[in-house]
């Protein structure tokens, strides 16, 4: 019996038309990441365990795909551990290897071990895919890509203000309407001073990133569970539901935070961002979210977060500030900071939001019918002058039933079609048709490849 063929879930297998639209989306991105000065590189699938694990936190890692040692990756492995079923431990024995969980640790990784062949500060944007072992669901996959662009060796909150008009250019070109979520992490820290367990900001930073996901009841409980006091959660609470414009938001957090320094930094951060927003001609909403948190450890100062305000789904765009990512590699001091855009959670928006070009789609402009080997011959040399051009035009590659072809045609929403019989190639001349008029007219050569 034949296997029924089947992908692992929260994989996608990706139809012609359907990559001809994240073609669309990828091409947009680089586009405006060139823009901004922005060069690309790209790094392993995989990377050494030791690279990945002890960046995301406990919960990112345990959404790293390891992967098996070649060969017998039991010989090694410790047999009391075995007998014990201790899958923590033994995991370091069987495995050395993890598929990336995101592109920021991996280019942190890469700087330091390229920093000789790099001028700083460093401007990359990298499209590759990312794995993550996520239960699958709408919205998330388990493989997925990434288009990050980051900015290292540089402390100045200007880049901050390039990423969000970056952002605005990317979404506005797209045509998907968006808002921008900005927080910062020292602000967080401030908080988390300020109601005396400093110590507790993972904690905080972690339950509080899931206030759209959970609801403000189920992070209270989670704080509980963390061993934070309800005297601690309540005086969090009017911190987490601040409300207002961005201005009235920061007139009352100075108030909050004015025994933390490290939250007033915060706050100054945030204010000189905004400052460039007012002089700028950025067209996005940017909100200041105190509930933003992106559990990342890594994150130090300015987090971003980007909503579609036109569909209920997680954030399409998101990334920050972080201060000493390099260090762990041994580059001490090394700012770097950027965003990451969700091309399959944009590809999905668009999608939904039917808001994908019709050029996009076409894969081909002009389809040659085959009518027969003197008539190929005819047809050959015109489509050769047309793709010489750039136009992309194809040939039906044998004699077959008109029918046929044409049907061929439709199905590829090919825009215009071209007949060439024996009169047309007395005369010189070939038949177009136009697909979505079903007009039909005959001209020369001349005019064809004056049309494009």
């Not at 020292?186 to 001073?193: D, N, R, V």
């Not at 900071?337 to 999905?348: H, T």
């Amino acid at each position: 019996m034949a296997q029924k063929p089947s992908i692992p879930k929260g994989t996608r297998d990706f139809l012609p038309v359907e990559m001809l639209n994240r073609e669309y989306i990828f091409d947009t991105i680089k586009r405006v990441f060139r823009k901004y000065g922005f060069l690309p590189i790209e790094t392993p699938a995989m990377e050494n365990l030791s690279t990945l694990l002890g960046k995301y936190g406990e919960e990112g890692d345990k959404l790293l795909f390891k992967i098996l040692n070649s060969g017998d990756f039991l010989a090694k492995a410790d047999e009391k551990l075995l007998s014990e079923k201790n899958s923590i431990k033994i995991t370091h024995q069987i495995s050395e290897k993890g598929l990336r969980y995101d592109l920021t640790v991996p280019f942190a990784r890469y700087v330091v071990q390229h920093r000789n062949d790099l001028v700083f500060p460093f401007k990359r944007y990298q499209i590759q895919p990312v794995w993550r072992a996520d239960r699958p669901q709408k919205g998330r996959y388990r493989e997925f890509f990434q288009c990050d662009v980051d900015v290292i060796g540089s402390n100045s909150l200007l880049n901050e203000f390039e990423l969000i008009q970056i952002i605005d250019d990317v979404f506005n070109e797209l045509k998907i309407n968006t808002v921008i979520k900005l927080n910062n992490r020292k602000i967080l820290s401030g908080i988390a001073e300020i109601i005396g367990h400093a110590d507790k900001i993972i904690d905080i930073t972690v339950a509080i990133d899931k206030l759209d996901k959970i609801g403000l009841e189920n992070v209270n409980k989670e704080l509980l569970a963390k061993d934070l006091p309800q005297e601690a959660i309540d005086r969090l609470q009017p911190v987490i539901q601040l409300a207002g414009t961005n201005d009235e938001k920061i007139a009352q957090l100075k108030q909050v935070l004015n025994s933390s320094e490290l939250g007033l930094k915060g706050i100054e951060e945030i204010e000189t961002v905004l400052d460039y927003l007012k002089a700028s001609n950025v067209k996005t909403e940017v909100e200041l979210d105190l509930t933003l948190a992106r559990g990342l450890n890594y994150y130090t100062g300015a987090i971003f977060e980007v909503k579609a305000k036109d569909i209920q789904i997680g954030s399409i765009c998101g990334g920050g500030r972080y201060d000493d990512l390099t260090g762990i590699f041994g580059l001490k001091d090394v700012s770097g900071v950027g965003v990451s855009f969700g091309a399959d959670r944009i590809y999905d928006v668009l999608t939904q939001l039917n808001k994908f070009p019709q050029a996009a789609m076409n894969s081909t402009q002009v389809f040659f019918v085959n009518f027969g080997k003197k008539e190929e011959m005819y047809c050959l040399s015109i489509l050769n002058e047309l793709r010489s051009k750039g136009v992309k035009a194809e040939i039906y590659p044998e004699t077959a039933k008109m029918k046929k072809q044409m049907n061929y045609a439709n199905k590829k929403q090919i825009p215009f079609v071209v007949l060439a019989g024996e009169n047309e190639m007395n005369e010189q001349k070939i038949t177009l048709k136009n697909m979505e008029t079903g007009e039909q007219k005959t001209i020369s050569v001349d005019e064809l490849l004056a049309m494009f």
